[in-house]
């Protein structure tokens, strides 16, 4: 089984930068996808951002350019800056086999993110 733990959360003003971290531990897949997914109040749950224990990543196209994601082994980071108030929600972490499909796999317990105008 698989652990996740996420932090970094906040309020902040639209502009600024946050940072999310989320730690995985436990039984890990060797070739996996961490990633992180966002739901705002009445929406979808939709993808932020992946990245492949070989480094592939992949982004939604409303946050290319304005937020990184990275990994180190299996923690994996999003670097958020030029925050909007639209990327307000509540951020998952998720991890899972590579060869499974994107929101499959384990979640985390979810980090609010606020940005006001």
């Known amino acids: 089984q698989v652990q996740l733990v996420e932090s970094g959360g906040g309020l902040v003003q639209a502009g600024e930068s946050l940072r999310l971290s989320c730690a995985a531990s436990g039984s890990i897949f060797s070739s996996n996808v961490m990633g992180w997914y966002r739901q705002a109040p009445g929406k979808q749950r939709e993808l932020v951002a992946d990245?492949?224990?070989?480094?592939w990543t992949n982004y939604a196209d409303s946050v290319r350019g304005r937020f990184t994601i990275s990994r180190d082994k299996n923690t994996v980071y999003l670097q958020m800056n030029s925050l909007r108030p639209e990327d307000t929600a509540v951020y998952y972490c998720?991890?899972?086999?590579?060869?499974?499909?994107?929101?499959?796999?384990?979640w985390g317990q979810g980090t609010q993110v606020a940005v006001s105008s």
């Open positions: 990245i492949s224990s070989f480094g």
């Open positions: 998720n991890i899972r086999r590579i060869q499974d499909g994107a929101g499959r796999g384990t």
